[in-house]
């Protein structure tokens, strides 16, 4: 568990918990290129079990970095969109896991998941609400024998999703999605996947084949 109580300072997080410093992750802000997912060779690559910020502390995901994280994600304590940088932040591993406190996500690289079969757990109070701001990119993508798993940490209470209508990506493909309330933002699509009821402002199609005729 990292547990994340101080303040950040040039992209560094200093938690009070620790006397060394934290390695540095944030660099120089990149220009975006639309649809660019996160590189196959990052320049770092941070994993941590399950993650914790408290105390209003921020953090900075920096250019070509990775946060990999395979457990709980609980932002509850952060400042408000303070979770920033042009790196992106990346569930990983099999274990089922619970995602608070998502409006603390600001202006991130994005947030990914490309593990087939991975259960996210999505909170329900208001600082559980995840945006997905203007250049901020979302990429959720299992297989068809296993795909991945949005849900509400209490089943058949709306998890909150708000879409910018010009993301820098915005790919659900091959998900399982349930009790997902995206009305507050840009219609949002799932390609390939199981409407399993209770979503709002949801959109489900299958690719279109090429030469396929569509009437």
């Not at 547990?3 to 992750?25: E, H, N, S």
């Given at each position: ?29 990149p ?8 590189p ?58 619970s ?7 600001g ?11 991975k ?37 058949g ?21 349930k ?33 396929e005729?569509i009437?």
């Amino acid at each position: 568990l990292a547990k994340l109580m101080g303040f950040c300072w040039a992209g560094m997080v200093t938690p009070m918990a620790m006397r060394t410093r934290p390695p540095r992750i944030s660099a120089q802000r990149p220009k975006r290129r639309p649809g660019v997912l996160p590189p196959q060779m990052p320049a770092m690559t941070l994993p941590i079990r399950s993650i914790e910020v408290v105390n209003k502390a921020m953090m900075t995901i920096g250019e070509g970095s990775v946060l990999q994280v395979s457990g709980d994600v609980d932002m509850t304590g952060a400042k408000a969109a303070s979770v920033v940088g042009e790196g992106w932040f990346e569930f990983v591993g099999g274990d089922a896991v619970s995602f608070r406190g998502a409006s603390s996500v600001g202006a991130l690289g994005g947030i990914v998941c490309t593990n087939a079969g991975k259960v996210i757990r999505f909170g329900t109070a208001a600082a559980d609400k995840l945006t997905i701001g203007l250049g901020v990119g979302i990429v959720m993508k299992g297989d068809e024998e296993s795909p991945v798993q949005l849900l509400s940490e209490t089943d058949g209470t709306p998890w909150s999703l708000s879409l910018n209508a010009n993301p820098s990506v915005a790919t659900f493909e091959h998900v399982a999605l349930k009790d997902s309330d995206a009305s507050t933002g840009a219609p949002a699509l799932a390609i390939s996947s199981q409407n399993l009821g209770n979503n709002t402002n949801w959109g489900f199609s299958n690719p279109i084949v090429p030469g396929e005729t569509i009437t």
